[in-house]
C-alpha cells in the first residue's frame, strides 16, 4: 500500500531528502518552481556528478491564473497554437516571474547562500532546468533513481509543488509509488515531454537572474547601488518631464531648470491636489507658478485665483495678463471679505505661503473652507517652507489635503515608528499610522523628507549652478543659457572691508556720535528685566515655611547664567538696530515696550506668561522672503485682525541689524528660563548684519557679542 503525505503526520519533505540521500540522479515536474525553496534539498545532490547519468532533470509547466483560464475556455478564438513568437513571449514572461520572486519578502543570509549554491549548480549541470511550453501543465512528479536490482526507481505524486509550502505545508496531498511498472511508465511520461520540441532549456537564464539578484556572488560597486536608488526616489520627477509640456508663451522665457521644475510640479498638482514650489529666493518661483497654472488652464480649462500679499497684486495682475492667464487676484489680507462669495476656481496659487501657518488663524479657515468646497488645486510658493517647526510644513499641506486624503498619505513615519515600536506607536498616539497627524507626531528630518517629496520641488542656487548652469571660458563664472542664446550669468559675492574714518573731535560727525561712550553707556545701562529675572529674586527668610523645591531650586540657579547671556544678546542687537538707523532702532524700543507691557498685563492679572518659542527665521527679511506686512496685524473694514495672540511679540527685522527676541526668554512655561537654545542663538547672531558691533558693549556673560 503507498504512503500518503498530507504534511500533517507525514511531511513530503522529509520523505524526499530521505530518498534523494541514497539516490544518484531525479527527474521532477512541476508546475511551480520557488528559487529560494530550492535550497531545502539542494545540499543532497551537492556529490552528484553533473552530467546526463548524475543530475536532477526539472521540468517546468506553464501556469495561469484561474480567470485567465477560465477567459480561454469560453473565448471564440479558442485554444491557440504554439509558434516560435509565442515561445519567445512565454520565456520572456516566465524569467520575469523568476526575477519577481527575489523582490519579495526581506532576504536573509540563508536564502543567499542558497540562491548561490543554485546557481553554481545550474552552471555546472548538476541540475539542468527546463521550460514545457506545448500546453499547459500541471502535473507534480518526483522521480528518484538509484542503483538497486529490485527498486531502481521511487515516486513521488501529487499537489506539492518544488516550493516550502508545497514541500512542508499543510493542505497538500501526495503518495508514493514504489511498483516498478508503474514508475517505468512515469518515468518514459517524463521522457516524453523532456525532449519535446517546445521543451526549452532555461537553465543558464535562471542562473543569469541569480547572478544579477542581491544573491551574487560579486559584490556591486555602491555607486550602482546609488544609482539605483535615484532611479526609484526620482520615479515621480521622470514621470513628470514625460507627461506635461510647456505652453509656447514660456518657451524663451523658462531656463532649463524651470522647466523641469514645471513639469515636476504638475505631475505633483494632478496626482495629489496640491504642490508647494519652494525654490529659494530668486530662481523664479512667480513665473513657474504662472506657467504651471497655463499648464493646468490649457490641458484641463481651469481659471486660476491667486492669493498674494497685498503688495504683489499688481505683479501678478501682470503677469496673468501677459502670459494669457484667466483668473484673478486678490490679497491675503481681503479674504474673509472677498473669498466666501467669490465664483469657483479650480486653480487657486498662494503667495508666500509660510505666512498660512496658524491653523487657527481666520484666513487660514476662510481659505482652506474656499479650497475644500471648489475642489481646488493648490499651488503654494514659498521660499522658506517652514521656519521653526515642522508643523508649519503639515498646516500649508492641510489648506489642500481633505480629511479624507490626510488620513492615508501611502506613506508612514518610519524613523518614528523605527524608534518607538508599532504597538507603542498605536498606544502613544492613536492616529492612523499612514495619516499626517502620525507625521505631526515625528520630529525627525527623515520622515519630513519622505513626506515631501511628495508634495515639494525645491532647489538652491548651488544645486542650479552645479547641475544646470555654464562656466564662462573666459572669467570662469557660472551663467545660464537662454534658449535665444542671452547668458543670464550668477552674481559674484565677495565680501569687501568697507573703512569709514571716525573723526572724535567733531561732534557732528555721526559715527563719532554713535560709537561714544555715552551711546555704549546708555546701552549698557539697561535693566532688561524680562532678561535679568535672576535679580528679582525673593531671599529665603529663616523663619519662611513654604522653601523652594529641588526643581524650583534647579530652576532659580540656572536663571543667573541663562540671564546674564540674554541680555547681553538683547544689548547687543539694540547697538545693532541703532548702526542700522535712528527709524529702526526706535522701532525696536517700541517693540521691546510693547513686550514688557504684555508681560506686566499677564502678572498684574494673575495670567501665563507668554513666553512660547519663538520662530526666529521670521524676524529677519534678510534671510527670507517673508512678507514683512504679514507678520503685523492687518486690520480689515471692520477693525478686526486676523492674527495670532502671539504676533504682537514678534518683530519683523529691518535694514541691517536684526531685531530678534531671545529664544531662550520665551521658553515653554515648563522648561527652566536656563535651558537656552545657544546653537540657535549663535546662529541667529551670525544672520545679523551691520557693522561690527562696538567692544565695549556688555554682554554680562563674557561671551562674545554673537556668541551668546
Known amino acids: 500500500m503507498p504512503r500518503i503525505f498530507d504534511n500533517i503526520e507525514h511531511k513530503l519533505l522529509e520523505a524526499l531528502q530521505n530518498t534523494l540521500r541514497i539516490s544518484e540522479r531525479a527527474d521532477f515536474c512541476v508546475g511551480y518552481f520557488n528559487l529560494r525553496g530550492w535550497r531545502a534539498i539542494d545540499s543532497l545532490m551537492e556529490g ?44 520572456a514572461r516566465m524569467a520575469q516571474e523568476f526575477r519577481q ?134 520615479e515621480e520627477a521622470r514621470a513628470g518631464l514625460l507627461e506635461f509640456r510647456i505652453p509656447r508663451d514660456f518657451k524663451d522665457r523658462l531656463f532649463e531648470y524651470q522647466v523641469a521644475a514645471v513639469k ?145 498619505l501611502g506613506i508612514r513615519p518610519e524613523r518614528l515608528i523605527g524608534a518607538l515600536g508599532e504597538s507603542r506607536f498605536y498606544a502613544a498616539y492613536q492616529c492612523p499610522v499612514r495619516s499626517l497627524t502620525a507625521f505631526e507626531k515625528s520630529e525627525y528630518a527623515d520622515d519630513w523628507r519622505d513626506l515631501m517629496r511628495l508634495y515639494l520641488v525645491r532647489r538652491t542656487r548651488s544645486f542650479i549652478q552645479e547641475n ?9 563664472r557660472k551663467y545660464l543659457l537662454f534658449p535665444d542664446g542671452r547668458r543670464s550669468y550668477f552674481p559674484a559675492r565677495v565680501p569687501r572691508t568697507v573703512k569709514i574714518a571716525i573723526d572724535d573731535e567733531q561732534s557732528g560727525d555721526p559715527y563719532s556720535i554713535l560709537y561714544s561712550d555715552s551711546v555704549v553707556e546708555a546701552v549698557n545701562a539697561l535693566n532688561l528685566p524680562r532678561y535679568g529675572l535672576a535679580n528679582y529674586i525673593l531671599p529665603v527668610l529663616p523663619l519662611q515655611k513654604s522653601k523652594p523645591t529641588g526643581a524650583e531650586r534647579q530652576q532659580l540657579d540656572s536663571l543667573s547664567k541663562a540671564g546674564k547671556r540674554l541680555m547681553g544678546f538683547c544689548r547687543t542687537n539694540l547697538f545693532k538696530r541703532l548702526e542700522s538707523g535712528g527709524p529702526a532702532f526706535l522701532q525696536s524700543l517700541e517693540r521691546h515696550i510693547l513686550r514688557n507691557f504684555v508681560f506686566l498685563h499677564a502678572i498684574e492679572n494673575g495670567l501665563e506668561l507668554p513666553i512660547g518659542t519663538q520662530d526666529a527665521e521670521l524676524l529677519d527679511p534678510g534671510v527670507s522672503d517673508e512678507d514683512e506686512n504679514a507678520l503685523l496685524p492687518d486690520a480689515d473694514e471692520t477693525g478686526e485682525t486676523d492674527v495670532d495672540k502671539n504676533v504682537l511679540l514678534r518683530d519683523a527685522g529691518g535694514t541691517g541689524g536684526t531685531d530678534v527676541e531671545p529664544v531662550g526668554a520665551w521658553a515653554c512655561p515648563a522648561q527652566s528660563p536656563g535651558d537656552v537654545d545657544h546653537a540657535a542663538q549663535e546662529e541667529i547672531g551670525a544672520k545679523a548684519e551691520g557693522g561690527a558691533s562696538r567692544p565695549g558693549i556688555s554682554n554680562e556673560g563674557g561671551a562674545s557679542p554673537l556668541q551668546v
Open 48 to 91: 552528484w556528478q553533473g552530467n546526463e547519468q548524475g543530475c536532477c532533470r526539472l521540468l517546468i509547466g506553464m501556469q495561469e491564473k484561474p480567470e485567465d483560464e477560465l477567459r480561454k475556455i469560453f473565448s471564440l478564438k479558442g485554444e491557440q497554437g504554439i509558434d516560435q513568437s509565442t515561445v519567445v513571449r512565454l520565456k
Open 101 to 234: 520572486q527575489l523582490l519579495v519578502g526581506a532576504p536573509s543570509n540563508e536564502d543567499e547562500e542558497g540562491l548561490r549554491r543554485l546557481s553554481r549548480e545550474l552552471r555546472s549541470g548538476k541540475l539542468v532546468v527546463k521550460l514545457f511550453l506545448r500546453h499547459k501543465l500541471h502535473a507534480k512528479l518526483y522521480l528518484l533513481y538509484r542503483t538497486d536490482p529490485n527498486n531502481p526507481i521511487t515516486g513521488f505524486m501529487g499537489s506539492s509543488n518544488l516550493t516550502f509550502a508545497g514541500l512542508s505545508g499543510q493542505g497538500e496531498l501526495n503518495v508514493d509509488v514504489l511498483d516498478n511498472d508503474a514508475c517505468q511508465k512515469l518515468a518514459a511520461w517524463f521522457n516524453d515531454r523532456w525532449d519535446d520540441r517546445w521543451c526549452l532549456d532555461i537553465s543558464q537564464e535562471l542562473a543569469e537572474i541569480i547572478d544579477e539578484s542581491w544573491a551574487r556572488e560579486e559584490m556591486l560597486p555602491p555607486y550602482y547601488i546609488y544609482l539605483k536608488m535615484a532611479y526609484h526616489l526620482a
Open 264 to 408: 515636476i510640479a504638475a505631475h505633483h498638482l494632478n496626482q495629489r491636489g496640491g504642490v508647494l514650489i519652494g525654490d529659494v529666493v530668486g530662481l523664479g518661483k512667480t513665473l513657474m507658478a504662472t506657467a504651471l497654472a497655463r499648464i493646468m488652464q490649457d490641458d484641463y480649462g481651469t481659471e486660476t485665483l491667486v492669493l498674494c500679499p497685498k503688495n504683489l497684486v499688481t505683479m501678478w495682475r501682470d503677469y496673468l495678463h501677459d502670459y494669457h492667464l484667466v483668473g484673478e487676484v486678490h490679497s491675503v489680507s481681503n479674504v474673509q471679505n472677498e473669498l466666501p462669495d467669490l465664483r469657483r476656481f479650480r486653480v487657486v496659487v498662494i503667495d508666500e505661503s509660510h505666512n498660512l501657518r496658524n491653523r487657527e488663524g481666520k484666513r487660514y479657515k476662510v481659505i482652506k473652507d474656499y479650497i475644500e468646497k471648489n475642489e481646488s488645486k493648490c499651488i503654494l510658493l514659498t521660499a522658506t517652507p517652514y521656519n521653526k517647526t515642522y508643523l508649519d510644513l503639515s498646516a500649508q499641506l492641510r489648506l489642500f489635503l481633505s480629511e479624507e486624503q490626510s488620513k492615508d
Open 468 to 476: 544646470y548652469a555654464q562656466t564662462d571660458a573666459e572669467t570662469g
